[in-house]
């Protein structure tokens, strides 16, 4: 299915995710690497299969090359876990938590194969999706040490934001079978 194909099935009452999309994916600023490889791994945390495919060809058909490909589904493979230990670790209200070691593999955290500032992106995209604090902070500081701006940054998680919106009114239209009639 092609993001357009895909934006018709969004109702009228989320018009504003519909419009959002085309123009997230277009930011002046970001890289098509820095953009589609955000909009991949924020498609793999938003889990709707449709929205999924989807970005998955759009970005293959922008240029995201397959170990780009690869590296954002390892950063947000890697974010699904970390997020949840990381968030855990910083909402349990136990400071020991916080001393002691995760002993989780996180290989991929600099095994990877692209760019450490467009990885970084994609997990502080992925882990904003996930409401993580901890690793929102960490992603952030790491890619603003690496030279994105507050800006880079804000765009990229506009692109998780929208990605995330597509993704819940995709399965309120599914679930509700409120889609929007044939033209």
């Known amino acids: 299915m092609s993001l357009d194909a895909l934006k018709a099935l969004i ?35 938003a889990r709707n299969p449709k929205l999924l495919q989807t970005i998955a060809a759009a970005a293959a058909e922008a240029g995201l090359t397959p170990q780009a490909i690869a590296a954002s589904k390892t950063a947000a493979s890697i974010m699904a876990m970390n997020n949840v230990y990381y968030r855990f670790v910083h909402l349990s209200g136990q400071p020991d938590y ?12 600099a095994s990877h194969g692209v760019d450490k500032l467009d990885f970084e992106l994609w997990c502080l995209a992925v882990s904003a999706i996930n409401a993580c604090g901890m690793c929102i902070e960490s992603h952030e500081h790491e890619v603003l040490k690496n030279g994105a701006t507050k800006e880079i940054v804000q765009n990229i998680v506009r692109i998780a934001a929208v990605i995330q919106a597509m993704a819940v009114t995709l399965e309120s239209v599914e679930a509700l079978g409120d889609a929007p009639a044939a033209a």
Request: charged share 15%; glycine share 10%.
């Open 98 to 109: 916080g001393t002691m070691p995760a002993r989780l593999r996180m290989n991929g955290l």
């Open 11 to 45: 109702p009228d009452y989320a018009k504003d995710v519909k419009l959002n999309i085309g123009n997230v994916l277009t930011t002046p600023g970001l890289t098509v690497q820095q953009i589609w490889g955000t909009a991949l791994a924020s498609a793999i945390a």
